[in-house]
């Protein structure tokens, strides 16, 4: 049994780390490791002490990469082990492993190990990646393995099981496991990592408050006050001028924060062993077998394997008909008629929005209904608005991957104008975004906020030029529901660089995000690689 599982575990592992969104949250990893150690020279920070630093050793190097890493990693490593009971669905292995001796709780733990490895891979990394910095930046020379490594292994490490733990737990959830559970972790995840550096959060939080005493501890001892420096800070922030280093020799670990590190481990595995009770583990004899997909509105198959034959159902006839077959392979076609841009565009727009439930649209009424309750129009813009553009983030989803995840991608393939096609996706997504975000717009039109209509538009444009781009070049909905997530995240707690769509204010009552000009030649480049990247796999495709 143990040996099966091992090597369940470790083929799973070597099956995903060949993955393309492997490779992207590495690369994003790596680089958060150069940020996290800039240079004495630059102009940010992500780990302070009010005017202070820690000099570059081995144990400062250490702890602040694993502090970055962990908050990086649990979030952007949760979307890429997700997948891991889908892909088996998906390929028909999970139907294999019904018919062998494996019991649910072994299945279970070799996919948590997997995830485990495939995390801690990534931590091995950030480990390279910390001293490589270290020796950059040569305030110390000497690496002390120990020093290096322990913030790692009692900071991340314990993380990273809950992270792949919650993964597993989110999968085995019919409700969960599909996009709402995307979006769900993302807000979980926030909490954690701004709840966890709190030192009353249970079990140590993220280590914060072990690692801030310890560093209180020798700033005191080197004969500066920390109570007049300034507060602890973690997270990229800007400053006027270098700061002021000070030597850490580590933090020491008391009994109490290694009993939490055990604990959360702990917990993480009963976790990922809690579905035991209801996973039917793929048997269709089981009943309240696990569905296909989720229930939400971006619910879409999570293809990993080569798609499977097309089979005429009611979605691959909708895509069929948008691109001007008919709905069977009919030796006759039937003639319709009518403009054939507009049959285009509506049969994107039945694409995109079919299976949408009644109570999403309820919400888009109210959220329209009380867009002109609400006065005045900048109290819309800075609250309704984003909630507006938040409501369709699983629909915008589907945006660039249905073809794929419904194996219908060679049949549209034989349209004559892809271009034509892809216009007409794009635009049943603008045409979405419209619809949803109607309400503010209204109230902007009434209040003669013009300012706020422009970048209400440039907004209304980037959105399903983002959700288009992400969809066509990784085929799966899971990558667009990640990246577009901290970017709404970032403009409704006012950070403005990062508003794309006007809801942060000046004090004179204008926009203070990015400028239009920025957001419409954004959405032109992304619409740009849509369809370079689709001609270019139609010629690969014809060779």
């Known amino acids: 049994m143990l040996q099966s599982l091992l090597r369940l ?52 190097i250490g702890m602040v990469v694993a502090l970055a890493g962990t908050v990086w990693l649990s979030l952007g490593g949760f979307y890429v082990v997700r997948n891991a009971i889908a ?5 028909g292995v999970g139907r294999l492993l019904a018919a062998t ?3 649910t709780w072994a299945y279970l733990l070799a996919k948590f190990l997997s995830s485990v490895l495939v995390l801690c891979s990534m931590l091995g990394v950030l480990v390279v990646t910390a ?24 900071i991340a490490l314990p993380l990273m099981a809950f992270t792949a733990a919650a993964a597993l737990l989110f999968e085995a959830i019919p409700l969960l496991r599909a996009g709402l559970g995307n979006v769900l972790w993302f807000f979980v995840w926030a909490f954690i990592a701004i709840g966890g550096q709190s030192p009353n959060a249970p079990l140590g939080g993220i ?38 280093t000070f030597l850490w020799h580590g933090f020491d670990l008391s009994p109490g924060f290694l009993l939490g590190r055990c604990a959360l481990v702990v917990i993480a595995l009963a976790l ?32 990993t394997a080569t798609p499977a034959p097309v089979t005429w159902d009611d979605r691959t006839s909708t895509q069929a008909r948008s691109a001007g077959f008919t709905t069977m392979p009919q030796a006759s076609a039937s003639v319709r008629y009518g403009n054939p841009a507009l049959r285009l565009l509506l049969g ?34 800075r609250i309704l608005l984003p909630l507006a553009w938040i409501w369709p983030v699983l629909i915008w989803s589907r945006l660039g991957t249905q073809r794929h995840e419904f194996g219908v991608e060679a049949l549209l393939g034989a349209y004559p104008s892809a271009r034509i096609r892809l216009a007409a996706e794009w635009a049943a997504g603008f045409a979405l975004t419209a619809v949803a975000g109607i309400g503010p717009a209204l109230r902007m039109c009434t209040g003669s906020d013009t300012q706020g209509l422009v970048h209400w538009l440039c907004g209304a444009l980037f959105i399903p030029s983002f959700a288009l781009v992400l969809g066509t070049l990784s085929r799966t909905h899971r ?54 990247s689709s001609a270019a796999r139609r010629t690969m495709t014809s060779i």
């Not at 592992?13 to 150069?34: C, H, N, Q, S, T």
């Not at 892909?87 to 390929?91: A, K, L």
Request: glycine share 10%.
């Open 348 to 381: 994107e727009v039945r694409i995109l929005i079919q299976g949408t439930p009644r109570w999403w649209w309820a919400g888009v009424l109210l959220l329209t209904v009380v867009a002109q309750m609400v006065t005045p129009a900048t109290g819309v813009t």
């Open 272 to 303: 990922a062993l809690l579905p035991a009770l209801w996973f039917p583990r793929f048997d269709p004899a089981r009943a309240g077998a696990l569905a296909t997909s989720g229930t939400d509105p971006g619910s879409t198959p999570e293809h």
């Open 479 to 532: 990558l667009f529901q990640f990246a577009y997530l901290p970017l709404w995240y970032g403009t409704v707690n006012g950070i403005a660089p990062v508003d794309f769509m006007g809801a942060i204010r000046a004090d004179g009552g204008s926009p203070a995000g990015m400028p239009p000009a920025f957001v419409l030649l954004s959405a032109a480049a992304m619409l740009g690689i849509v369809f370079l």
């Open 207 to 244: 280590g914060v408050a072990s690692v801030v005493r310890s560093l209180a501890a020798d700033m005191t001892a080197q004969g500066v006050d920390p109570q007049h420096v300034g507060e602890f800070s973690l997270g990229l922030t800007v400053v006027d001028k270098p700061l002021k």
């Open 101 to 103: 001796p494996l019991r």
């Open 87 to 91: 892909r088996d669905e998906s390929t």
């Open 131 to 154: 001293v490589v910095m270290q020796l950059a930046r040569a305030e110390s020379m000497t690496v002390d393995p120990v020093q290096l490594l322990s913030p790692f292994i009692v």
């Open 9 to 60: 575990a470790l083929g799973d592992f070597w099956d995903r780390v060949r993955r393309p969104a492997y490779a992207v949250i590495l690369i994003a990893a790596v680089g958060l490791g150069y940020l996290a150690t800039p240079a004495k020279e630059a102009g940010w920070v992500v780990v302070q002490i009010g005017t202070y630093r820690g000099t570059y050793n081995s144990a400062y």
